[in-house]
């Protein structure tokens, strides 16, 4: 039969319909699919070693037949899985300490690919760093046809359907395959990077000749799916900014001038410059769709204000939403304090008011009474109405969904919109995961600002720490302690939230201790954290769920146990938490774990967001950064942004010129790209981003 892209794989030679559906299940349907599902790893056979040459203290790749094998106890109860493998050149055994398992695994006949150190014991013996089987024991597959010049590909699998399975499949059909794939729309732009094309990535990747090849192949793949992702966020950027004509607000200089002339402190130049940038966007025709983005303590609030009053010199209201209502009421306070010399108060909407208070409130909104509004949830309401919303501000925006910034957008006619984020992240993740956006971004953090102090300590340190802890609070101060779990678990050596917080009662008394974590309630949560604002906790035990937002001037101590299990970012948006007020803070990292030390030592050096971030990306990808998981963004398969900046750049770049051209990809030579994006995204060009 004739082969396309779309053909069903059970329509293969080799699969059939029971195995077409272990294929359903790694999520391969299609011809397409599987030339798309690429091997995790390689094994390079490219210098196998005939087993007769293997000398004792080399490091050797060999591939032999299994002709006989056992499981040996040792005098320690060490049971050791032993296999002797044969090759035209000789005979060598094979011995795995503490595997015995692999007795199930590796069959008597089978074709085996070893790798790893030639030690003597008894005479030579390879102790495999990894193995796989190449071919079963009636395979008609031979030594040399799997042996020197080969980089044999390892593809994620499932039960039912082996790696050396679809590896079999796609070899026997891979020519075909490849017959079926086309330039592809991206290839123009692709020939800029020198890239392969699409026909010799998928060769490259699933039929490799050197240890080298499937990182180009690699790179092609990566591009098709940045170029993708850069048309689906520059087409949003045109919905936010050009699709929807917002206001065009006029420079006055009235409230905006009386606020930086009373402000207690002189704004960095990074406050200057992102001022300037939101301003140059409120005055054009176009609305403003912006990211403020800035380290901790670097005074993103007040840039907001300076946007909000603009607004409010032209007539119009402004609206902060916070995702909490600790945080809403903070962010309230702030607001008050700076609009105090101007006599302007700020109306605050939350949920827990009673309802008499908030039908007042939401009465002062729609009559325009109210023209700075803070609050959270409750202002996207079907009962919250704006009299003329003409901004929104949306603090940590990731913590909301895409509906809910959406549903306080559409609570005006088309207002500008500024997002606030305290999670620094690496220029290319920004690029990408926030592409339909314009970025202003603050570093600098005022010169009375000290950096924390950040020490990496051992658990033989716990008293000495306690101690620290205890001279601290009694001086005035408060401290945080945060831990990774939540309770004590038989499978992890971990200490929990909720023992320690009773451990910590019993050695820090007459100290007063509290406790928040993530299961408990809401309204519970924010009482207990309320508490330890008002100074009436000394001590709070908490998990990450005081990671961003609250802001206790007064706390001088974060100590942090299993550092090792959290990423760096994590770890930077704890540790600033405290040092927040006129005096030091100290942050303590208390670990055991050795190998992470040089890590964690690494990260006590720096006190910059932004390098923290691009340290996380490098060590952790993409998943794992603070921020991204719960941004509802992308899941990226073959691009990698801690190395793939290039891509990234000339992808955004045409991906741009082509929405300005087509914003909606409706011409007959952009239909293939339209398509290829809805197939790629679950919401296809209904698209992950408000606007």
Avoid at 573 to 599: F, K
Wanted: glycine share 8%.
């Amino acid at each position: 039969m004739a082969l396309a892209l779309d053909t069903p794989v059970q329509f293969l030679k080799g699969v059939g319909p029971r195995r077409a559906e272990a294929f359903q299940r790694i999520g391969i349907a299609t011809v397409e699919d599987l030339l798309y599902h690429v091997p995790h790893r390689y094994l390079d056979a490219t210098s196998v070693t005939p087993i007769a040459k293997a000398a004792v203290g080399s490091d050797v790749t060999l591939v032999g037949r299994v002709v006989s094998k056992a499981v040996v106890p040792t005098r320690r109860r060490l049971r050791i899985f032993r296999a002797v493998i044969r090759d035209t050149s000789g005979i060598v055994e094979c011995a795995w300490p503490g595997q015995a398992y692999l007795d199930r695994v590796i069959k008597q006949g089978q074709l085996l690919l070893v790798t790893g150190p030639v030690k003597h014991y008894h005479g030579r013996q390879v102790v495999p760093r990894e193995q796989v089987v190449l071919a079963e024991a009636d395979d008609e597959e031979r030594e040399d046809e799997v042996g020197s010049g080969m980089v044999l590909p390892v593809y994620p699998a499932t039960e039912g359907l082996s790696h050396r399975q679809i590896r079999r499949v796609i070899a026997d059909h891979l020519d075909r395959m490849l017959g079926c794939v086309t330039s592809g729309q991206s290839s123009d732009v692709a020939a800029e990077l020198n890239l392969l094309s699409l026909r010799e990535a998928f060769a490259a990747l699933h039929r490799p000749t050197s240890a080298a090849q499937p990182e180009s192949g690699r790179r092609r793949l990566a591009f098709d799916e940045l170029f993708d992702l850069q048309l689906v966020v520059a087409r949003a950027r045109y919905l936010a900014t050009s699709a929807h004509k917002g206001y065009q607000f006029e420079i006055k200089k009235e409230l905006t001038t009386a606020l930086k002339r009373d402000l207690p402190f002189e704004l960095t130049a990074d406050q200057r410059k992102a001022v300037r940038e939101i301003t140059r966007d409120m005055t054009a025709a176009d609305r403003m769709h912006r990211l403020l983005m800035g380290d901790v303590g670097t005074g993103k609030t007040v840039v907001a204000l300076f946007a909000m009053l603009l607004v409010l010199e032209n007539e119009h209201q402004a609206v902060f939403m916070a995702p909490t209502e600790l945080l809403a009421e903070q962010h309230a306070q702030t607001i008050t304090t700076l609009l105090a010399p101007l006599g302007l108060v700020p109306e605050v909407l939350i949920g827990r008011l009673s309802q008499g208070e908030k039908k007042a409130i939401r009465e002062r909104i729609a009559d325009g009474t109210s023209r700075i509004v803070v609050g959270t949830h409750a202002l996207i309401q079907e009962n919250t109405r704006f009299w003329r919303l003409g901004l929104a501000v949306i603090d940590e925006q990731h913590r909301f969904g895409v509906e809910q910034r959406a549903a306080l957008i559409e609570k005006g006619e088309a207002p500008d919109v500024l997002l606030l984020s305290a999670t620094p992240i690496p220029r290319t993740l920004a690029l990408t995961l926030y592409g339909d956006l314009d970025i202003s971004t603050l570093k600098q953090k005022p010169v009375s600002q000290t950096p924390v102090k950040t020490g990496v300590r051992s658990d033989k340190d716990r008293s000495a720490i306690y101690g620290f802890l205890r001279e601290q609070c009694k001086r005035g101060r408060q401290a945080f302690v945060v831990y990774p779990v939540i309770d004590e678990s038989e499978k992890v050596d971990l200490k929990a939230a909720t023992t320690m917080a009773v451990e910590l009662e019993k050695r820090l008394a007459p100290l007063s201790v509290g406790l928040v974590h993530g299961k408990l309630k809401a309204d519970d949560r924010d009482a207990v954290m309320r508490r330890f604002r008002d100074g009436d906790l000394d001590v709070l035990v908490a998990t990450t769920v005081i990671e961003v937002g609250i802001d206790v001037p007064n706390a001088t101590v974060m100590v942090i146990e299993h550092p090792e299990r959290f990423g760096l970012a994590q770890l930077h948006q704890l540790r600033g938490r405290v040092g927040r007020g006129a005096e030091e803070g100290h942050c303590i990292l208390l670990t055991d774990d050795y190998v992470s030390a040089r890590r964690l030592k690494q990260f006590a050096r720096t006190s910059d967001g932004f390098k923290i971030a691009e340290l996380d990306l490098k060590e952790r990808g993409i998943g794992e950064l603070a921020g991204v998981r719960q941004s509802g963004g992308f899941n990226l398969r073959y691009a990698d942004l801690a190395t793939d900046d290039d891509l990234v750049n000339v992808a955004r770049r045409a991906a741009l010129g082509i929405i300005a051209d087509d914003p909606n990809l409706s011409r007959k030579s952009h239909l293939g790209l339209r398509q290829r994006i809805e197939r790629r995204y679950e919401r296809g060009m209904e698209l992950f981003r408000v606007g």
